[in-house]
């Protein structure tokens, strides 16, 4: 039946529109990266088609580091390891870090051995204090309120694009690797470095 046929394509087409929306004042985002994950028919599944990410957000930072969060959700069968994640629109690094404290108590961050793994029908959070997706070497600010697109491999070699909103927060400012001997009597470690260090 064409007509019916002509009806799908046409409110595919809606989708598409609905969906490149959300980026809308972005007009030099790719479209191209959407097809890898776009079903077309659903035969083949890769591990990207089993995640998404709930809530997906990165702190705000003039310049710098900053880092990306939210809970990682697996809707598979088997276990997903992100395995590196990159945000070519704002940094040319990035790595999977995860926090960890020190022998003198102090909180530090170091890549994650092994990446995250989320298993079969679980999650994993990403969250300030614990693991994140560091962004290193900032090649822009990102604002408060903008959308930044971050794409993560998985161990399958699939990849996904997640939008993250910019949020500003205080807090998450672990040192990297090496803590500079802050002393963390403060609650739950959740503000570290709110002392005297400021941003940078
Ligand atoms: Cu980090």
């Given at each position: ?7 799908a ?9 609905v ?21 077309t028919?659903a035969?083949e599944?890769?591990?990207a088609?089993?995640l ?6 990165v702190?705000s930072?003039?310049?710098?580091m ?21 945000a070519?629109?704002?940094t ?10 020190n022998?003198?108590?102090s909180?530090?961050?170091?890549p994650?051995?092994g ?20 962004i ?17 491999t998985?161990?399958d ?8 909103t910019v ?10 690797q ?10 739950e470690?959740?503000?570290m ?7 940078n």
């Open positions: 039946m064409r007509t019916t046929r002509f009806a394509l046409l409110s595919a087409a809606a989708l598409t529109l969906v490149s929306g959300c980026g809308s004042d972005d007009p030099t985002t790719t479209a191209s990266d959407s097809s890898s994950g776009s079903d028919s035969s599944t890769t591990e088609s089993s998404s990410v709930t809530d997906p957000w702190k930072a003039e310049e710098g900053t880092a990306a969060f939210g809970t990682l959700v697996n809707e598979g069968d088997s276990d997903i390891t992100v395995v590196s994640a990159t070519s629109d704002i040319g690094m990035m790595e999977l870090h995860e926090t960890v404290q022998d003198d108590g909180m530090a961050m170091q994650k051995e990446g995250f793994v989320i298993p079969a029908g679980g999650e994993h959070e990403l969250s300030p204090g614990g693991d994140h997706l560091m290193m070497d900032l090649t822009r600010p990102v604002e408060p309120g903008e959308t930044v697109t971050l794409t993560l998985l161990d070699g699939s990849t996904t694009d997640v939008e993250a949020k500003e927060f205080t807090g998450a400012d672990e040192n990297y090496d803590g500079e001997g802050m002393d963390m009597d403060s609650d470690g959740m503000d470095g709110s002392e005297d260090s400021g941003d």
